[in-house]
Antibody
Framework: QVRLKESGPGLVKPSETLSLTCVVS?????????WGWIRQPPGKGLEWIAS???????LYNPSLNSRATISLDTSKNQFSLKLSSVTAADTAVYYC????????????????WGQGTTVTVSS | EIVMTQSPATLSVSPGERATLSCRAS??????LAWYQQKPGQAPRLLIY???TRATGIPARFSGSGSGTEFTLTISSLQSEDFALYYC??????????FGGGTKVEIK
């Protein structure tokens, strides 16, 4: 059974960098699929942040103005998100998820999600 | 960026009745459209992909239809566990991947 689990600090100060990790069990991230991050501000909808294929270039939401960096660590079977220069607007539940795809692109929707981790940006 | 618009924002339905949720894309997404269900405090769960294919383990009362810019999620006979938030998402043209604003299905 494939499982994803997010971890990271629950509180980040404004202007600092938010760092999250998603540990994957039951499937090797180097075997395929896109691995990504989605967030949900309190009481609001879902926003895609970034996704990466194990052998391709990451893709990002332009709305984040190049503040996001996603990276895959195949040796640890996990992937991470860094979001720089955070503000209160980055307060959200952050989910990691996988989506089918290949080197040409996504072929389907996010089929497995982590439980989510809450990040609050506050001094 | 493809904008996804869901309607209505809230749908009040009695248990056992049919619920019809709509999702419109600002440009064609072919059949590359998914529906998710989200309950309070939980992660979204994939219900439908490819506009009309049920994900593994999803009951047959959930069905999806449409292509291009107009899509519908139908729940044929609402059960108590179906009262939740529902989101559509396109994966035809990205980045960015985009979600609709959601429809809340509540008990009438």
């Amino acid at each position: 059974q494939v499982r994803l689990k997010e971890s990271g600090p629950g509180l980040v100060k404004p202007s600092e960098t938010l760092s999250l990790t998603c540990v994957v069990s039951g499937y090797s991230i180097s075997s395929g699929y896109y691995w990504g991050w989605i967030r949900q501000p309190p009481g609001k909808g879902l926003e895609w942040i970034a996704s990466s294929y194990h052998s391709g270039s990451p893709l990002y939401n332009p709305s984040l103005n190049s503040r996001a960096t996603i990276s895959l660590d195949t040796s640890k079977n996990q992937f991470s998100l860094k979001l720089s220069s955070v503000t209160a607007a980055d307060t959200a539940v952050y989910y990691c998820a996988r989506a089918p795809g290949d080197s040409s692109g996504l072929t389907d929707a996010f089929d497995i999600w982590g439980q989510g981790t809450t990040v609050t940006v506050s001094s | 960026e493809i904008v996804m618009t869901q309607s209505p924002a809230t749908l009040s339905v009695s248990p056992g009745e049919r619920a019809t949720l709509s999702c419109r894309a600002s440009q064609s997404v072919s059949s590359n459209l998914a529906w998710y269900q989200q309950k309070p405090g939980q992660a979204p769960r994939l219900l439908i992909y490819g506009a009309s294919t049920r994900a593994t383990g999803i009951p047959a009362r959930f069905s999806g239809s449409g292509s291009g810019t107009e899509f519908t999620l139908t729940i044929s006979s609402l059960q108590s566990e179906d009262f939740a938030l529902y989101y559509c998402q396109q994966y035809n043209n990205w980045p960015p991947l985009t979600f609709g604003g959601g429809t809340k299905v509540e008990i009438k």
